[in-house]
């Protein structure tokens, strides 16, 4: 249980340092962990690239929305409620 809350902070961790850099315009940079895209857990605002409903990472106008992704390290996508590596209809 403690290596699955490890890596879910890591992956909090991640996307809050992401978000701490400030307004960004296009795609954000990949990450240098080990990473995978998770579609469905993002908030409002702190998607990391386009998708079919906005053009720019930051862009996401809802929580959840199911084609808005993060990076998060890999592996742990699966473990988020709500997580998947597919987008979401």
């Known amino acids: 249980m403690n290596a699955t809350r490890?890596?879910?902070g890591s992956a909090i961790a991640a996307v809050a340092s992401m978000s701490a850099s400030g307004a960004f315009a296009g795609p954000a940079a990949k990450p240098?962990?080990?990473f995978e895209k998770c579609f469905g857990v993002v908030k409002a605002g702190l998607n990391d690239c386009q998708t079919a409903s906005?053009?720019?990472?930051g862009t996401s106008t809802a929580d959840n929305q199911g084609d808005s992704w993060i990076y998060v390290p890999a592996?742990?996508?699966g473990k988020i409620s709500g997580g998947s590596n597919e987008p979401k209809a």
Do not use: N, Q, V
Request: charged share 10%.
């Open 6 to 8: 490890l890596l879910i």
């Open 32 to 34: 240098d962990f080990s």
């Open 54 to 57: 906005h053009s720019c990472a």
């Open 75 to 77: 592996g742990t996508c």
